[in-house]
C-alpha cells in the first residue's frame, strides 16, 4: 500500500485562509499530501492586509512541533512565519533534535499590505540557527535584501549574488524569488556555486495573497515524495501559475485574494 507523504508547517495562521497554515495545508492536500501544522503565531488579516499579529510562547511552538515529530515524522516541514527571534531559536532546536530533513525555509518578515511580520533580531535569529538546517530557503527579493544587507536585486545578476551569500553564511540552496521584477517574472536558484534560472510567466491578476506560502509549501511537498530539488522547483511553478489563472474565480474579497489551491480538483 503506497504511503501517502506527510508534510508539517510552521508558521502563522491566516483567519482568511488564504496564506500561513491555511495556505499550507491546502497546498498539502492539492498535491495529495496528509498535512499538519504548529502554529507560531496567530494574525489579524484579510484579502485587504494585515492590521496585527500575536506570536505564540516559544515552549509552546516546540511542544507542538515535539508532539507532530515524536508521533508522525514528516517526509518534508514547510517554515513560514516565525515571528521572533526567541520562537526561531525554539524551531531549530526542536528540528536538531529530531534530525529533521526536507527543511523548506520561507523566510517570512513583511507582508505586502500591512503591519511587520517580525520582531527585531529575527533575521539574524534565521540565519543563524534555522537557515542551516534547511534544503532550500526561498527569499522574495525583498526578504533577500533585508536578510542579506544589501539594496534590493533589480536583476537575476544581483538576485543569484544575493543568493551566494546566503549561501555562504549557511544555507545549502536559495531560490531567489523575483515576482516583484519588472517585465518577466525570474526566480533564480543558487546550489553549490552554481545558479539556474528558472522563468515563468506575468499572470494577469491581483489574486497574489499568499503565492510565496503556496509554492514553498507545493516544493515541499515534492520533495517529500523524492523528486530532486530542481524538478521539485519546475512542478511547482508550474502549478502555481495554474493557481494563479483560476484565483479570479474564486471572487473572495475586496482586496488582494489568495490563488485557487484546488483549481485541478475543483471549479469555483
Given at each position: 500500500?503506497?504511503?501517502?507523504?506527510?508534510?508539517?508547517s510552521i508558521?502563522g495562521s491566516d483567519p482568511?485562509?488564504g496564506?500561513g497554515v491555511?495556505a499550507?495545508?491546502?497546498?498539502?492536500?492539492?498535491f495529495?499530501?496528509?498535512g499538519?501544522a504548529?502554529?507560531?503565531a496567530?494574525?489579524?488579516q484579510?484579502?485587504?492586509g494585515?492590521?496585527?499579529?500575536y506570536?505564540?510562547a516559544?515552549?509552546?511552538?516546540?511542544?507542538q512541533i515535539d508532539?507532530?515529530l515524536?508521533?508522525?515524522?514528516?517526509?518534508?516541514i514547510?517554515?513560514?512565519?516565525?515571528?521572533t527571534?526567541?520562537?526561531?531559536?525554539a524551531?531549530?532546536?526542536?528540528l536538531?533534535?529530531?534530525?529533521a530533513r526536507?527543511?523548506v525555509l520561507?523566510p517570512?518578515?513583511v507582508p505586502t499590505?500591512?503591519?511587520?511580520?517580525?520582531a527585531?533580531?529575527?533575521?539574524?535569529?534565521?540565519?543563524t540557527?534555522?537557515?542551516p538546517?534547511a534544503?532550500?530557503?526561498?527569499?522574495?527579493?525583498?526578504?533577500?535584501s533585508?536578510?542579506?544587507?544589501?539594496?534590493?536585486?533589480?536583476?537575476p545578476?544581483e538576485m543569484?549574488?544575493?543568493?551566494?551569500?546566503?549561501?555562504e553564511?549557511?544555507a545549502?540552496?536559495?531560490l531567489?524569488?523575483?515576482?516583484?521584477?519588472?517585465?518577466?517574472?525570474v526566480?533564480?536558484?543558487v546550489?553549490a556555486?552554481?545558479r539556474?534560472?528558472?522563468?515563468?510567466?506575468r499572470?494577469?491578476?491581483?489574486?497574489t495573497?499568499g503565492t510565496?506560502?503556496?509554492?514553498?509549501?507545493?516544493?515541499?511537498?515534492e520533495?517529500?515524495?523524492g523528486?530532486?530539488l530542481?524538478d521539485?522547483?519546475?512542478?511547482?511553478?508550474v502549478?502555481?501559475?495554474g493557481?494563479?489563472e483560476a484565483?479570479?474565480?474564486?471572487?473572495l474579497?475586496d482586496g488582494?485574494?489568495?490563488p485557487?489551491?484546488f483549481f485541478?480538483?475543483?471549479?469555483?
Amino acid at each position: 500500500m503506497r504511503k501517502i507523504p506527510r508534510l508539517l508547517s510552521i508558521a502563522g495562521s491566516d483567519p482568511s485562509g488564504g496564506a500561513g497554515v491555511q495556505a499550507d495545508l491546502k497546498t498539502f492536500s492539492a498535491f495529495g499530501c496528509y498535512g499538519m501544522a504548529a502554529i507560531t503565531a496567530l494574525t489579524v488579516q484579510n484579502t485587504r492586509g494585515v492590521s496585527a499579529s500575536y506570536p505564540i510562547a516559544p515552549d509552546i511552538v516546540a511542544a507542538q512541533i515535539d508532539a507532530v515529530l515524536s508521533d508522525i515524522p514528516p517526509d518534508a516541514i514547510k517554515i513560514g512565519m516565525l515571528a521572533t527571534p526567541e520562537i526561531a531559536r525554539a524551531v531549530a532546536e526542536m528540528l536538531a533534535r529530531y534530525d529533521a530533513r526536507n527543511i523548506v525555509l520561507d523566510p517570512v518578515l513583511v507582508p505586502t499590505q500591512g503591519v511587520s511580520l517580525s520582531a527585531a533580531g529575527l533575521e539574524t535569529a534565521m540565519l543563524t540557527n534555522v537557515m542551516p538546517l534547511a534544503r532550500l530557503v526561498t527569499p522574495n527579493l525583498h526578504e533577500a535584501s533585508a536578510l542579506t544587507q544589501t539594496p534590493l536585486a533589480r536583476n537575476p545578476d544581483e538576485m543569484a549574488a544575493q543568493g551566494r551569500l546566503l549561501c555562504e553564511a549557511g544555507a545549502r540552496a536559495v531560490l531567489v524569488k523575483g515576482g516583484d521584477l519588472e517585465g518577466e517574472p525570474v526566480d533564480v536558484l543558487v546550489e553549490a556555486g552554481e545558479r539556474r534560472i528558472f522563468r515563468g510567466r506575468r499572470i494577469p491578476t491581483r489574486n497574489t495573497h499568499g503565492t510565496g506560502c503556496a509554492l514553498s509549501s507545493a516544493i515541499a511537498c515534492e520533495l517529500a515524495k523524492g523528486a530532486p530539488l530542481i524538478d521539485a522547483i519546475a512542478t511547482a511553478k508550474v502549478w502555481l501559475e495554474g493557481a494563479l489563472e483560476a484565483a479570479d474565480a474564486l471572487r473572495l474579497g475586496d482586496g488582494r485574494g489568495p490563488p485557487h489551491h484546488f483549481f485541478a480538483l475543483w471549479r469555483a
